[in-house]
């Protein structure tokens, strides 16, 4: 089992940076995909942005340039900093561990609202 625990959630201005943190008890494989999805009212769910342990990394496109998405295996956290936010980026964000052939654990989320 895994438990994922965020912070860093809140309110910031259009323009502005907040980073977002999670943090993986239990075992994380090498094979695991740690990552952030985000969820708006009225949408689905969708990937942000993802790592693996080997560093490489994928990004929604609407998210490119402005958010970067920081791993530590060692730590077994996960970080994303979210830069030059935008009011599309208002949404519920869940920090996520892919385990191939198992699921994906979720963590319980925190809110992030762009408004001035």
């Known amino acids: 089992q895994v438990q994922l625990v965020e912070s860093g959630g809140g309110l910031v201005q259009p323009g502005g940076s907040l980073r977002l943190s999670c943090a993986a008890s239990?075992?994380?494989?090498?094979?695991?995909?740690m990552g952030w999805y985000r969820e708006a009212p009225g949408k689905q769910r969708e990937l942000v942005a993802s790592?693996?342990?080997?560093?490489?990394?994928d990004y929604a496109d609407s998210v490119k340039g402005r958010f970067i998405i920081s791993r530590d295996n060692a730590k077994n956290t996960v970080d994303l900093q979210m830069n030059v936010v935008k009011a599309e980026d208002t949404a519920g964000y869940y920090c996520?561990?892919?385990?191939?052939?198992?699921?994906?654990?979720w963590g319980q989320g925190t809110q992030v609202t762009v408004s001035s």
């Open positions: 996520a561990v892919v385990r191939p052939r198992v699921g994906v654990y």
């Open positions: 790592q693996t342990t080997g560093g490489s990394t």
């Open positions: 239990g075992t994380i494989f090498s094979l695991d995909i």
